[in-house]
């Protein structure tokens, strides 16, 4: 007896017909996500995208990305202090700027701007966890980060624009400044500031959050195995403010540069846009890859 043809999903007698839009010559009825090879059906290049994007990242070497950001973090601050006379991601600072501002409100108008950014900050702060926290989606999926990586480059970019094309006033007068072309710079990059602190959340990389040092000062120097020749602990606590360094020095010079606040905003805008594509192909964790 002639054993029945194995398909992909099940067997066939021998007098069987092919199914309209299987193999027969309705074949123009396919799935639109699948297609046929050797009598399998497998996914197609938009469901492969599709899964990719609704997988969990891997988070080993993660941090090195979250590490990345502390260059950013220096960029944008150093620039901001420069320039407006406040942080626009270390808030501990503007916190002590308020406080001042309130105690003499009329000796400068840094407590304003310092007060701005710590209140987008904080709204900021919410955005983003619930961004991480949507429905059905875990927090470290991949189609989220790349989201709220593509968010934070839109808000620099939009802070980058007004510098760029909106009235141009020079350094002096912009440090006492507290117009809109000041204000809502601020506000826009401080309230993405927090997206980078939110991932490192997300990833369970809780010291990396690009926006603080004082404790991972701490914690390195208070660790026992502080000269361990394996410490990774250790090594990411020395690479986070060394990048951040690295990143005010940069940001300091280009601020003084021709190319000022608002050419610092762009490279930070477009390191952002790196990070996005650094998530789009970072491996998955096991079991999400087809």
Request: net charge positive; with cysteine.
């Amino acid at each position: 007896m002639s054993q029945s043809p194995i398909t992909g999903y099940g067997t066939l007698s021998s007098n069987s017909q092919p199914a309209p839009g299987v193999d027969g010559d309705d074949g123009d009825v396919q799935p639109l996500l699948q297609t046929r090879r050797s009598g399998i059906w497998v996914p197609s290049r938009l469901e492969k995208w599709r899964s990719n994007m609704m997988a969990d990242v891997r988070r080993d070497w993660a941090d090195l990305i979250l590490l990345a950001c502390y260059i950013i973090t220096g960029l944008l601050d150093s620039a901001s202090i420069s320039t407006w006379g406040s942080f626009v991601s270390m808030q501990t600072g503007n916190t002590v700027y308020f406080g001042l501002g309130l105690a003499a409100p009329h000796e400068s108008t840094r407590w304003i701007k310092s007060g701005t950014s710590l209140g987008c900050f904080c709204v900021g702060s919410v955005f983003f966890s619930a961004l991480h926290r949507v429905p059905t989606s875990s927090p470290k999926r991949r189609w989220v980060l790349c989201a709220s990586f593509v968010a934070q480059a839109i808000f620099i970019t939009a802070a980058a624009a007004i510098l760029t094309f909106g009235p141009q006033t020079d350094s002096a007068t912009r440090r006492e400044a507290i117009d809109w072309t000041v204000l809502v710079p601020i506000a826009l990059v401080a309230f993405q500031s927090c997206g980078q602190a939110v991932a490192s959340r997300a990833l369970k990389y809780n010291a990396l959050t690009s926006v603080v040092l004082t404790s991972i000062y701490c914690d390195l120097f208070s660790d026992a195995e502080l000269l361990s020749p394996k410490n990774p602990e250790r090594n990411r606590r020395v690479a986070a403010p060394l990048l951040l360094l690295i990143g005010a020095v940069l940001g300091g010079l280009l601020a003084r540069s021709p190319v000022g606040t608002a050419g610092v905003l762009w490279v930070a805008a477009g390191m952002k846009m790196i990070v996005v594509f650094s998530w789009l192909l970072w491996p998955a964790e096991k079991g999400n890859d087809w």
